[in-house]
């Protein structure tokens, strides 16, 4: 898999937009890019996952550069409880049943 | 609501004891399961491949007969911590993925204390 690289922590305000950059100049051709994240003492939990198009959902939009070598993950309204680890994680395949591979991800602290 | 449950949700045992954990997916089938651990303020690194009727896969370093994986059935798969010691302490998280679904379901996780 190819391999990612966030910043370790970042602040944001309580309903700004959290933007979390994420770099992989590696990317292949048929690799995706997955954002999860993990709040404190809990399982993590899947955010959204692109290929080349920006995606959007009810939790966050991934915006994708055109040569796929970075990423941004918005958070549009930043809560309190979206206090968390986020993981930029890029895979092969979409569906697959394909482990995940995560790295140090970013700590994000939304402040009152 | 959660898809994959974990029992128990933490655990303190006596140096020497074993542990079971469970993982169950609980309203779709799984062939195959993930055991991750993760240590105190560290990312989560796979242990193993569980794959329903047929043996465990392990990541180098991780040893299979301390840490012994059963997926009896598609629903079940269970991580056994023999004979613990305090730096087994760790928090255990398991996974599936769900077919059609592009995404990994995880466990609450297993906070494991070894006195």
């Known amino acids: 898999d190819a391999k990612t690289t966030q910043p370790p922590s970042m602040d944001c305000a309580e309903g700004r937009a959290a933007n979390l950059p994420c770099n992989h100049s590696t990317i292949s051709g048929n690799e995706y890019v997955y954002w999860y994240r993990q709040i404190h003492s809990q399982g993590p939990q899947y955010i959204i996952h692109g290929l080349k198009n920006n995606e959007t959902n009810e939790m966050a939009s991934l915006i994708i550069t055109e040569d796929r070598k970075s990423s941004t993950l918005i958070l549009p309204h930043a809560t309190l409880r979206d206090t968390a680890v986020y993981y930029c994680?890029?895979?092969?395949?979409?569906?697959?049943?394909?482990?995940?591979?995560f790295g140090s991800g970013t700590q994000l602290t939304v402040l009152p | 609501g959660a898809v994959v449950s974990q029992h128990p949700s933490w655990v303190i045992c006596k140096s020497g004891t074993s542990v079971k954990i469970e993982c169950r997916s609980l309203?779709?089938?799984?062939?195959?399961m993930f055991w991750y651990r993760q240590f105190p303020k560290q990312s989560l690194m796979l242990m193993a491949t569980s794959n329903e009727g047929s043996k465990a896969t392990y990541e180098q370093g991780v040893e299979k007969d301390k840490f012994l994986i059963n997926h009896a059935s598609l629903t079940l798969s269970t991580l056994t911590v023999t004979s613990a010691h305090p730096e087994d302490s760790s928090f255990y998280i398991c996974?599936?993925?769900?077919?059609?679904?592009?995404?990994?379901?995880f466990g609450p996780g297993t906070r494991l204390t070894v006195l």
């Open positions: 994680i890029v895979r092969p395949d979409s569906g697959s049943a394909r482990q995940l591979t």
């Open positions: 996974s599936a993925p769900r077919r059609s679904y592009n995404e990994q379901f």
């Open positions: 309203d779709f089938q799984a062939t195959t």
